[in-house]
């Protein structure tokens, strides 16, 4: 299976367990997203954030995540995955001043829409 990593990425997933064998990862420019399939990159993306990431786009960085959400609107599939429990974003166990209230709340809207 092949799998578009966006040149962006600054970290890329390494894909090297044993588990993704078979797994070739090919760097790429994509509209929307960290990864995607070839021959699929205007139909479906992967979005992956670590913690402070996340807090990032919930704070100080809003605005611009949210217009990558809405370039995701437009494709057949879509996920963020974060790269951290729920209960780090809800208890604050984060280097930030987002309250974790709104935090949680700001993922709440994001799904519902």
């Known amino acids: 299976m092949k799998i578009?990593?966006?040149t962006r990425e600054q970290l890329p997933f390494s894909f090297a367990h044993e588990k993704y064998e078979g797994v070739v990862v090919e760097r790429g420019t994509l509209n929307v997203g960290d990864y995607s399939l070839p021959g699929l990159t205007d139909r479906i993306a992967v979005e992956r954030k670590s913690l402070p990431d996340l807090v990032a786009c919930l704070?100080?960085?809003?605005?611009?995540f949210e217009r990558e959400l809405q370039r995701a609107a437009a494709l057949d599939a879509?996920?963020?995955?974060?790269?951290?429990?729920?209960?780090?974003?809800?208890?604050g166990?984060?280097?930030?001043q987002l309250n974790p209230f709104s935090g949680c709340a700001s993922i709440a809207a994001f799904t519902a829409r």
Do not use: H, K, M
């Open 4 to 6: 578009i990593c966006d």
């Open 59 to 64: 704070g100080r960085e809003r605005e611009r």
């Open 78 to 91: 879509f996920a963020v995955v974060v790269e951290a429990p729920w209960s780090d974003l809800a208890t």
């Open 93 to 96: 166990n984060y280097q930030s």
